[in-house]
T-cell receptor
Framework: ELKVEQNPLFLSMQEGKNYTIYCNYS?????LYWYRQDPGKSLESLFV???NGAVKQEGRLMASLDTKARLSTLHITAAVHDLSATYFC????????????WGLGTSLAVNP | EAGVVQSPRYKIIEKKQPVAFWCNPI?????LYWYRQNLGQGPELLIR????????DSQLPKDRFSAERLKGVDSTLKIQPAELGDSAVYLC???????????????FGEGSWLTVV
Protein backbone atom coordinates (compact mmCIF):
# COMPACT_ATOMS: atom_id res chain seq x y z
CA GLU A 1 0.00 0.00 0.00
CA LEU A 2 1.36 3.37 -1.03
CA LYS A 3 2.16 5.78 1.78
CA VAL A 4 3.19 9.40 1.35
CA GLU A 5 5.05 11.22 4.09
CA GLN A 6 5.92 14.86 4.28
CA ASN A 7 8.30 16.61 6.60
CA PRO A 8 8.31 18.83 8.33
CA LEU A 9 4.58 19.06 9.06
CA PHE A 10 4.99 22.53 10.51
CA LEU A 11 7.53 25.12 9.51
CA SER A 12 8.01 28.64 10.76
CA MET A 13 10.62 30.65 8.93
CA GLN A 14 11.78 34.21 8.54
CA GLU A 15 11.39 36.22 5.41
CA GLY A 16 14.45 36.04 3.22
CA LYS A 17 15.50 32.58 4.37
CA ASN A 18 15.70 29.38 2.36
CA TYR A 19 14.20 26.04 3.28
CA THR A 20 13.23 22.67 1.83
CA ILE A 21 10.12 20.55 2.31
CA TYR A 22 10.48 16.82 1.72
CA CYS A 23 8.01 14.30 0.36
CA ASN A 24 8.81 10.58 0.60
CA TYR A 25 6.66 7.80 -0.79
CA SER A 26 6.81 4.09 -0.18
CA UNK A 27 6.26 2.36 -3.52
CA UNK A 28 7.34 2.96 -7.07
CA UNK A 29 5.72 5.84 -8.89
CA UNK A 30 6.80 7.79 -11.91
CA UNK A 31 5.20 11.10 -11.07
CA LEU A 32 4.30 13.44 -8.24
CA TYR A 33 2.11 16.48 -7.68
CA TRP A 34 2.52 19.51 -5.43
CA TYR A 35 -0.46 21.59 -4.31
CA ARG A 36 -0.85 24.71 -2.21
CA GLN A 37 -3.79 25.43 0.08
CA ASP A 38 -4.49 28.75 1.79
CA PRO A 39 -6.71 28.72 4.89
CA GLY A 40 -10.34 28.31 3.90
CA LYS A 41 -9.43 28.10 0.25
CA SER A 42 -9.18 25.57 -2.51
CA LEU A 43 -6.20 23.41 -3.42
CA GLU A 44 -4.11 25.06 -6.12
CA SER A 45 -1.87 23.01 -8.38
CA LEU A 46 1.77 24.10 -8.20
CA PHE A 47 3.81 21.47 -10.01
CA VAL A 48 3.35 18.22 -11.86
CA UNK A 49 6.61 16.24 -11.96
CA UNK A 50 6.48 13.57 -14.63
CA UNK A 51 9.86 11.86 -14.70
CA ASN A 52 12.94 11.02 -12.73
CA GLY A 53 15.14 14.06 -12.43
CA ALA A 54 12.33 16.48 -13.28
CA VAL A 55 12.85 19.96 -11.93
CA LYS A 56 10.33 22.77 -12.16
CA GLN A 57 10.50 26.31 -10.89
CA GLU A 58 7.89 28.99 -10.36
CA GLY A 59 8.98 32.18 -8.67
CA ARG A 60 10.56 31.36 -5.32
CA LEU A 61 9.50 27.72 -5.41
CA MET A 62 11.42 24.90 -7.05
CA ALA A 63 10.35 21.26 -7.06
CA SER A 64 12.35 18.19 -7.99
CA LEU A 65 11.70 14.47 -8.24
CA ASP A 66 14.01 11.51 -7.67
CA THR A 67 12.00 8.39 -8.46
CA LYS A 68 14.83 6.05 -7.46
CA ALA A 69 14.99 7.54 -3.98
CA ARG A 70 11.18 7.95 -3.95
CA LEU A 71 11.71 11.52 -2.89
CA SER A 72 10.54 14.93 -3.98
CA THR A 73 11.69 18.24 -2.61
CA LEU A 74 10.03 21.64 -2.63
CA HIS A 75 12.65 24.31 -2.13
CA ILE A 76 11.77 27.80 -1.02
CA THR A 77 14.19 30.58 -1.85
CA ALA A 78 14.18 33.92 -0.01
CA ALA A 79 10.78 33.32 1.53
CA VAL A 80 8.15 36.04 1.61
CA HIS A 81 4.99 36.27 3.70
CA ASP A 82 2.76 35.49 0.71
CA LEU A 83 4.15 31.97 0.65
CA SER A 84 2.48 31.18 3.98
CA ALA A 85 0.12 28.27 3.26
CA THR A 86 -0.13 24.52 3.54
CA TYR A 87 1.73 22.54 0.89
CA PHE A 88 0.67 19.03 -0.08
CA CYS A 89 2.38 16.43 -2.20
CA UNK A 90 0.39 13.63 -3.83
CA UNK A 91 1.43 10.47 -5.63
CA UNK A 92 -0.73 8.23 -7.87
CA UNK A 93 -0.87 4.65 -6.75
CA UNK A 94 -0.17 1.74 -9.05
CA UNK A 95 -2.94 -0.12 -10.80
CA UNK A 96 -5.78 0.89 -12.99
CA UNK A 97 -7.41 3.48 -10.78
CA UNK A 98 -4.30 5.59 -10.29
CA UNK A 99 -5.81 7.18 -7.21
CA UNK A 100 -3.82 10.05 -5.74
CA UNK A 101 -2.45 9.36 -2.28
CA TRP A 102 -1.85 12.56 -0.34
CA GLY A 103 0.64 13.56 2.30
CA LEU A 104 -0.56 15.25 5.48
CA GLY A 105 0.65 18.63 4.30
CA THR A 106 3.31 21.04 5.50
CA SER A 107 1.96 24.13 7.19
CA LEU A 108 4.33 26.98 6.40
CA ALA A 109 4.37 30.31 8.21
CA VAL A 110 6.71 32.99 6.93
CA ASN A 111 7.29 35.70 9.48
CA PRO A 112 8.58 39.23 8.93
CA GLU B 1 -12.76 30.61 -17.50
CA ALA B 2 -14.80 29.61 -14.47
CA GLY B 3 -13.27 27.13 -12.12
CA VAL B 4 -14.97 24.33 -10.23
CA VAL B 5 -18.02 25.76 -8.50
CA GLN B 6 -19.46 24.30 -5.33
CA SER B 7 -22.40 25.14 -3.11
CA PRO B 8 -23.18 25.69 -0.37
CA ARG B 9 -19.90 26.97 0.96
CA TYR B 10 -20.91 26.43 4.56
CA LYS B 11 -23.53 24.23 6.18
CA ILE B 12 -24.36 23.57 9.81
CA ILE B 13 -26.85 20.80 10.52
CA GLU B 14 -27.94 18.69 13.42
CA LYS B 15 -26.98 15.03 13.47
CA LYS B 16 -29.39 12.69 11.75
CA GLN B 17 -30.41 15.42 9.31
CA PRO B 18 -29.75 15.12 5.58
CA VAL B 19 -27.44 17.39 3.62
CA ALA B 20 -26.58 17.76 -0.03
CA PHE B 21 -23.69 19.40 -1.86
CA TRP B 22 -23.63 20.48 -5.46
CA CYS B 23 -20.73 20.77 -7.88
CA ASN B 24 -20.31 22.21 -11.35
CA PRO B 25 -16.99 21.13 -12.86
CA ILE B 26 -14.88 23.02 -15.36
CA UNK B 27 -16.50 22.94 -18.77
CA UNK B 28 -15.28 20.05 -20.86
CA UNK B 29 -13.84 18.07 -17.96
CA UNK B 30 -14.94 14.47 -18.16
CA UNK B 31 -13.63 13.37 -14.79
CA LEU B 32 -15.22 14.58 -11.57
CA TYR B 33 -14.05 13.78 -8.06
CA TRP B 34 -15.52 14.18 -4.62
CA TYR B 35 -12.99 14.36 -1.80
CA ARG B 36 -13.35 14.77 1.93
CA GLN B 37 -10.73 16.69 3.88
CA ASN B 38 -10.51 16.65 7.65
CA LEU B 39 -8.65 19.33 9.54
CA GLY B 40 -4.91 18.86 9.36
CA GLN B 41 -5.07 16.10 6.80
CA GLY B 42 -4.84 15.65 3.07
CA PRO B 43 -7.89 15.04 0.89
CA GLU B 44 -9.43 11.57 0.84
CA LEU B 45 -11.15 10.41 -2.34
CA LEU B 46 -14.80 9.47 -1.92
CA ILE B 47 -15.84 8.87 -5.51
CA ARG B 48 -14.63 9.45 -9.05
CA UNK B 49 -16.82 9.81 -12.11
CA UNK B 50 -15.87 9.34 -15.72
CA UNK B 51 -18.66 11.21 -17.45
CA UNK B 52 -21.79 9.88 -15.73
CA UNK B 53 -20.27 6.60 -14.60
CA UNK B 54 -18.96 6.13 -11.06
CA UNK B 55 -15.71 4.24 -11.66
CA UNK B 56 -14.15 4.39 -8.19
CA ASP B 57 -16.44 4.57 -5.17
CA SER B 58 -14.55 2.21 -2.91
CA GLN B 59 -14.09 4.86 -0.22
CA LEU B 60 -17.70 6.09 -0.22
CA PRO B 61 -19.62 5.03 2.93
CA LYS B 62 -22.57 3.71 1.02
CA ASP B 63 -24.83 3.24 3.99
CA ARG B 64 -25.29 7.00 4.33
CA PHE B 65 -23.54 8.65 1.39
CA SER B 66 -24.78 8.79 -2.17
CA ALA B 67 -23.71 10.67 -5.24
CA GLU B 68 -24.92 11.18 -8.74
CA ARG B 69 -23.73 12.86 -11.89
CA LEU B 70 -26.66 13.01 -14.22
CA LYS B 71 -25.83 13.86 -17.84
CA GLY B 72 -22.15 13.74 -16.98
CA VAL B 73 -21.84 17.38 -15.96
CA ASP B 74 -23.06 18.60 -12.53
CA SER B 75 -22.88 16.35 -9.54
CA THR B 76 -24.47 16.12 -6.11
CA LEU B 77 -23.20 14.41 -3.00
CA LYS B 78 -25.73 13.54 -0.31
CA ILE B 79 -25.38 12.43 3.26
CA GLN B 80 -28.39 10.95 5.02
CA PRO B 81 -28.41 10.81 7.96
CA ALA B 82 -25.41 12.90 8.93
CA GLU B 83 -23.26 11.92 11.88
CA LEU B 84 -20.96 14.02 14.04
CA GLY B 85 -17.93 12.44 12.40
CA ASP B 86 -19.01 13.70 8.99
CA SER B 87 -17.91 17.23 9.87
CA ALA B 88 -15.28 18.05 7.26
CA VAL B 89 -14.69 19.96 4.06
CA TYR B 90 -16.17 18.28 0.99
CA LEU B 91 -14.13 19.14 -2.07
CA CYS B 92 -15.22 18.69 -5.62
CA UNK B 93 -12.57 18.54 -8.33
CA UNK B 94 -12.39 17.91 -12.04
CA UNK B 95 -9.88 17.07 -14.73
CA UNK B 96 -9.94 16.62 -18.48
CA UNK B 97 -9.76 12.90 -17.96
CA UNK B 98 -8.23 10.48 -15.49
CA UNK B 99 -5.15 9.77 -17.51
CA UNK B 100 -3.00 10.70 -14.58
CA UNK B 101 -0.19 9.03 -16.44
CA UNK B 102 -0.15 11.93 -18.86
CA UNK B 103 0.06 14.38 -15.98
CA UNK B 104 -3.41 15.83 -16.17
CA UNK B 105 -3.96 18.36 -13.44
CA UNK B 106 -6.86 18.04 -11.05
CA UNK B 107 -8.59 21.36 -10.35
CA PHE B 108 -10.37 21.81 -7.04
CA GLY B 109 -13.35 23.85 -5.98
CA GLU B 110 -13.29 25.89 -2.79
CA GLY B 111 -15.14 23.23 -0.87
CA SER B 112 -18.29 22.89 1.17
CA TRP B 113 -17.61 23.16 4.89
CA LEU B 114 -19.91 20.91 6.88
CA THR B 115 -20.41 21.08 10.61
CA VAL B 116 -22.66 18.47 12.22
CA VAL B 117 -23.79 19.35 15.74
Amino acid sequence: ELKVEQNPLFLSMQEGKNYTIYCNYSTTSDRLYWYRQDPGKSLESLFVLLSNGAVKQEGRLMASLDTKARLSTLHITAAVHDLSATYFCAVPNAGNNRKLIWGLGTSLAVNP
Amino acid sequence: EAGVVQSPRYKIIEKKQPVAFWCNPISGHNTLYWYRQNLGQGPELLIRYENEEAVDDSQLPKDRFSAERLKGVDSTLKIQPAELGDSAVYLCASSLDHLIGSGNTIYFGEGSWLTVV
